[in-house]
């Protein structure tokens, strides 16, 4: 009997201050979205790690400023499931448990990613396939790049100049 595999999801992810830097990732259905996390990261070549959260807002929403995540479903960083702080009424989703393929993408479907709640880099996530042919090495996978990443702390750099 032949092994069935995850099936392999790609995802669009853009700057969403500068939607022509993005970057395409394909990852496993049976990874999760932390994993996920980890390969926007390296794709954007950041070297200091932050908090994060990743936002699903409902279907059909059409929000838009700080109200599209009002209604929005949260999946966070696990420390910030652990501790929430005093200004959340409802349990945070912990993105490190959360797999990929429990979350009942379609293709065309939008999200959005924070990476730095200080900085607040916003990013906007389309899930481009659900089901593509698997390719040989590991995942996640960096399978595109367009634009060259901004600086992580771009002050910083311009003090250095």
């Known amino acids: 009997m032949a092994k069935k595999t995850a099936p392999i999801y790609v995802v669009k992810v853009a700057l969403k201050d500068a939607k022509k830097i993005w970057r395409r990732i394909a990852l496993r259905g049976n990874q999760t979205l932390d994993d996920l ?10 070297y200091d ?3 994060y959260s990743f936002f699903f807002p409902p279907e059909g929403s059409r929000s838009r ?3 599209r ?5 949260e999946y966070a960083h696990p420390y910030m499931v652990e501790d929430p702080g005093p200004f959340r ?3 945070l989703l912990d993105a490190s448990q959360t ?8 293709k065309g479907q939008r999200f959005e990613y924070l990476f730095d709640w200080g900085d607040e880099w916003w990013h906007e ?12 090495g590991r995942y996640p996978k960096i399978v595109e790049k367009h634009g060259e990443s901004p600086p992580q702390y771009p ?3 311009e003090c250095e100049e």
């Not at 996390?37 to 950041?46: G, K, L, N, Q």
């Open 125 to 136: 996530l389309t899930v481009e396939e659900v089901d593509a042919k698997p390719e040989r």
């Open 99 to 106: 797999r990929i393929d429990s979350l009942g993408l379609s």
């Open 155 to 157: 002050d910083l750099e």
């Open 37 to 46: 996390h980890e390969a926007i990261y390296d794709a954007f070549d950041r």
């Open 65 to 67: 400023g700080r109200n």
């Open 69 to 73: 995540l009002r209604d929005a479903v």
């Open 89 to 91: 009424d409802e349990p």
């Open 49 to 51: 790690e932050h908090l």
